[in-house]
């Protein structure tokens, strides 16, 4: 009985390791990245909105991703300026909010 007991555990518990590993494949990252980059430039204000550098992944304590954009303010007033903005995705709500960014610019 022990013994059945154990096996079982040890069934459970690999399948679980492996679908832990699993979930971090570079093929999963890289479908998350791309789900991320969608979602910040769909919620961006910019036009040509476009990821500067790579994510930027926070621990499970603060489950976001933040992300830099860099585009081109489409409003006339602001005569195609170009423009940043900080997305942060919220991972448990799967949803991008994004800020204005421009200090993040070089003067």
Not at 26 to 51: E, F, H, I
Request: aromatic letters at 8%; hydrophobic letters at 40%.
């Amino acid at each position: 009985m022990k013994k059945d007991m154990f096996v079982k555990g040890f069934v459970v518990a690999t399948l679980a390791i492996a679908g832990a590993a699993s979930a971090s494949s570079p093929s999963a990252w890289k479908d998350y990245n791309q789900r991320l980059t969608q979602a910040c430039v769909a919620a961006s204000g910019l036009k040509d909105a476009k990821p500067v550098g790579g994510p930027i992944q926070y621990d499970d304590r603060v489950p976001v991703t933040a992300l830099v954009l860099a585009g081109r303010y489409p409003q006339k007033h602001m005569n195609n300026r170009p423009g940043r903005e900080l997305c942060v995705w919220d991972r448990k709500a799967n949803k991008a909010y994004v800020s204005e960014a421009d200090q993040l610019l070089p003067k």
